[in-house]
């Protein structure tokens, strides 16, 4: 059994400043006269990556230590809830470690046959669509993520992976089975297929119009923008010129509308949240700076930009989003205000997960 902790300071979001204990594993703010004190700081609900990779590189599934050195960069970021948004790997030997963070998985991509990235997608055609869902619906957590567009190398371009009538009866069948969907989309042509068919969320989502942005924020249909992975599309426009310019110059249209288009859906209250699409190009322990990107490119206050990236992402997730009694003792210590200054979350002071602490 672990010893009991104590730590004084304002806990977000209600920015009360408190006593919090914990013991067993638990939040409590009864005094416990023999806790160990981990002294003061800002305290924050452990936070959420909602787009990452565990299990991922750029080639595809990566072995078991490469994947508890990717949990591991992301506890040690404070990241201790992630939505693992597609992985060719199987990491439920995670959900063993109690030193590890929690993930939410969305089983394996699928995507349209040689329209995604080598060995990372589970690809069918659109005829097999419904079927590979129900696959990846029993593999996941609770989601299903599809590619939404890629590359057509016979258009040169961004174009749908799969048609209207497909794509429908695929989200249907999941909303049957519990799951909720999302899609990645970097383009704009397959994006009205995806909303009518009642998509629970977007993955980048820069081919965004203004006229979707009330629609999705009546429906409550979200946003995770992977602002730092996005912020990189001039350098893929840069790797697909000599083969594809029309794609190119498609990949830097979008890149020069990314603020306008972000701050939109912000302002018209699509929900949003933070995700680093770690995992593939990008390293893991990064939620930082996503936090950090959608106060300065999607016009987020501080508070906002935090709780994107704690406790709304938590309770969008069907976590518990607060530190209120009895529960689970994820959080991190900081040592300075965060609102005041969102950088001082790459420093913090320690995390809690699972009552247990660490450096």
Not at 64 to 79: I, K, N, P, S
Not at 101 to 126: C, F, K, L, N, Q
Not at 135 to 142: E, L, M, P, T
Not at 192 to 206: F, S
Request: net charge negative; glycine share 10%; hydrophobic share 45%.
């Amino acid at each position: 059994m672990s010893p009991a902790l104590h730590v004084r300071g304002v806990v977000l979001p209600e920015g009360e400043h408190r006593d919090l204990y914990v013991v067993d594993g638990a939040v409590t703010y009864e005094p416990v006269a023999s806790a160990e004190s981990l002294g003061e700081g800002w305290i924050v609900p452990g936070l959420v990556d909602a787009h990452c990779h565990v299990g991922l590189d750029e080639h595809g599934a990566v072995p078991r230590d490469v994947q508890e050195r990717q949990a591991l960069d992301e506890r040690a970021a404070g990241a201790l809830l992630l939505r693992d948004a597609g992985s060719a790997a199987d990491t439920r030997w995670v959900d063993e470690r109690e030193d590890l963070p929690r993930i939410i998985r969305a089983g394996r991509h699928i995507a349209r046959t040689r329209r995604y990235i080598p060995h990372y997608a589970a690809e069918v055609e659109p005829d097999d669509l419904v079927a590979e869902v129900e696959r990846q619906v029993a593999r996941g957590d609770g989601w299903v993520k599809l590619v939404g567009d890629w590359i057509d190398r016979g258009r040169g371009d961004l174009a749908p992976s799969f048609p209207r009538g497909p794509l429908a009866a695929a989200i249907a069948r999941a909303h049957e089975l519990d799951a909720r969907v999302t899609a990645h989309v970097f383009g704009t042509e397959c994006l009205q297929d995806l909303l009518d068919a009642g998509i629970d969320c977007l993955e980048h989502g820069t081919g965004l119009r203004e006229d979707m942005l009330d629609g999705m924020a009546a429906n409550g249909t979200a946003l995770v923008p992977t602002l730092i992975q996005i912020a990189r599309f001039a350098a893929y426009a840069d790797q697909g010129e000599a083969r594809f310019p029309a794609y190119a110059a498609h990949m830097r249209a979008l890149h020069a509308r990314i603020p306008t288009t972000m701050r939109a859906a912000h302002e018209a209250g699509v929900p949003m949240f933070a995700g680093t699409d770690a995992g593939g190009q990008l390293p893991h322990g990064l939620v930082a700076d996503e936090i950090i990107a959608l106060r300065d490119t999607a016009g987020m206050t501080p508070y906002e930009a935090l709780g994107a990236g704690s406790w709304r992402a938590r309770e969008w997730l069907g976590r518990p989003a607060t530190l209120t009694e009895g529960a689970s003792a994820d959080f991190v210590v900081l040592p300075a205000e965060p609102l005041h200054d969102l950088s001082v979350l790459k420093l913090p002071t320690c995390v809690i997960l699972r009552g247990r602490v660490y450096p």
